[in-house]
């Protein structure tokens, strides 16, 4: 029997060391933190997820601005805006919500952000501290630096002689994940859909994160026993004996057959999920920290 991690309570205890370090940095330097965010369209997902990170934002005592762009707007409206909110000295982030509607590109757009309000960490000057392991001056992706934490949580600070493997490679989670595991000395590998015998691959895990969208796709058996499973998958599935035509989310791992082998295990909801508004919370007051000349509170 696995104990389920609580990414309810981590997070928690993310924004409460936010709140008072936003407090701390208005009182000794009268900086108030503001964070600007920004979508384009009108995708549902999106928007419930910009709600909350809005709301969240406030809730931290930032300054918090959300601008909802029409789906038409054009790639020059949007770097337009971005430069507006670069040229803002209250904003201290930005992020622009993804994915945007199909006839934007997004990676322009993405690194016309400074990369000192890029609180996504997509800026290649942000994914290149990480990626040459800097971790202290730059901003680093939420979900993968939330998912670290629960892994320190379980597993101490030092992961020397454990063996991650990350499934996904992709440069918002899986990339960064592998970097963050590596810069506390995991063995680690990046597993992705071409990978052969996956399953062989993550039983050697003793620390293994699944972030490949495909719902309970991780058996119980492909799990070492005891590992610590870090589950980052939102699938939202058909769910049938709730009633006729009813949904619930599930992760990239089947909680069923897993939850009995490992030594930890992250539920979906309410595990990796709260973490990463934590951590854009975290980023944007150590952004704030930084502009100000002060050095930042660690998380
Ligand atoms: N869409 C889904 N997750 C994210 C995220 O972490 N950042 C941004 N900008 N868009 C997202």
Redesign the pocket.
Known sequence: MASVINGTEAAAAVIEKVKSSAQALEAEAGVVTGLAVVIVGTDPA?QA?VGSKSKMAKDCGFKSVQHSLPEETTQQELLALVAQLNADTSIHGI?????LPKHLDSEPV?QSILPEKDV?G?HVVNAGKLATGDIDTGLI???PAGALILVRNVRGEDLSGLSAVVIGRSN??GKPMGQLLLSRNATVTMAHSRTKDLAKVCAGADILVAAVGRPEMVKGDWVKPGATVIDVGINRVAAPEKGEGKHKLVGDCDFASCEPVAGAITPVPKGVGPM?IAM?MANTVIAAYRKAGKTAPKF
């Open positions: 999106s997820y992020l622009v919500q993804l994915p993405i996504d997509l992706s939420c979900t918002l989670f990463t854009l």
